[in-house]
C-alpha cells in the first residue's frame, strides 16, 4: 500500500527527476526522442517504481525482520540488522558513485561522435540503462557484505555460489533496459570477482 502511495506521488516529481538525470549525465534533451505515444508514460511509471522502492525500503526489511525474527538466535538477528542496515548505506553510497562518475563516464564513451552518424536515443532505454548502471554500482559496492553474511550463516561454500550467482543473474537480466551483452558481461565479471574474492577472505577469516 504504501509503495502504490509512493509511486503516485513521485510522479508529480518524475519530470524534475528526468531533468536532473540527463544533468548529471551531460545529456541534452533535443538528443532524445520517443519512439512510441505512452514511451514517456512509461518512463515516468518507471521513474516513479525505482524511486517508491528505494524509499520504501526500509518499511520492506521491516517486515522481514518482524516476520522471521522469532526464529532467529541473538547472533543471526544482529548479523541481520548489522548486515542489511549497513548494506544499504553500502548500496545508496555505491549507486551515488555510479550516478554521479562511472554514468557520465561510460556515456561519454558510448556517445562519443565520429562525425558520421548522429542517433536519435530513446529517451526510455537511455534513462533506464543509466540508472541500470547506478543501481549495478550500488549492488557492486554492497555486495561483500552480503557475501560474509552468507559466508557466516550458510552451509558449504558451493551452496553460497549457487545463492549469489543466481541472485546476480536475475539482477543482470532484469536489471538491464534491453540485452546489452557488453554491460552484462562487465558487471557480471566485477560481480563474480567481488564474490570470489569475498569468499576466499571469509572462508579465511571463518576457519
Do not use: H
Request: aromatic share 14%; hydrophobic share 50%; with cysteine.
Amino acid at each position: 500500500m504504501s509503495t502504490m502511495f509512493l509511486i503516485l506521488l513521485l510522479l508529480f516529481f518524475s519530470k524534475s527527476i528526468l531533468d536532473n538525470l540527463l544533468t548529471i549525465a551531460n545529456i541534452e534533451i533535443t538528443n532524445l526522442t520517443t519512439y512510441s505515444p505512452t514511451e514517456f508514460l512509461r518512463l515516468k511509471l518507471y521513474l516513479s517504481l525505482i524511486g517508491s522502492l528505494l524509499v520504501s525500503y526500509p518499511l520492506w526489511l521491516r517486515g522481514i525482520y518482524n516476520f522471521s525474527s522469532p526464529a532467529l538466535t541473538d547472533k543471526e538477528k544482529k548479523g541481520f540488522q548489522v548486515c542489511f542496515s549497513l548494506g544499504f548505506l553500502l548500496f545508496l553510497f555505491g549507486c551515488f558513485l555510479g550516478l554521479y562518475y562511472l554514468t557520465p563516464l561510460i556515456f561519454e564513451v558510448l556517445l562519443t561522435n565520429d562525425n558520421i552518424t548522429i542517433a536519435k536515443l530513446s529517451i526510455y532505454e537511455t534513462i533506464k540503462l543509466l540508472i541500470s548502471i547506478s543501481l549495478f554500482s550500488g549492488i557492486l559496492l554492497s555486495l561483500p557484505l552480503l557475501t560474509l553474511f552468507l559466508t557466516e550463516y550458510s552451509g558449504s561454500k558451493a551452496q553460497r555460489r549457487k545463492y549469489l550467482y543466481a541472485l546476480i543473474i536475475a539482477i543482470i537480466i532484469l536489471g538491464t533496459p534491453e540485452p546489452s551483452m557488453i554491460i552484462n558481461l562487465i558487471f557480471l565479471a566485477l560481480f563474480s570477482l567481488i564474490i570470489e574474492i569475498t569468499l576466499i577472505f571469509g572462508g579465511k577469516y571463518a576457519s
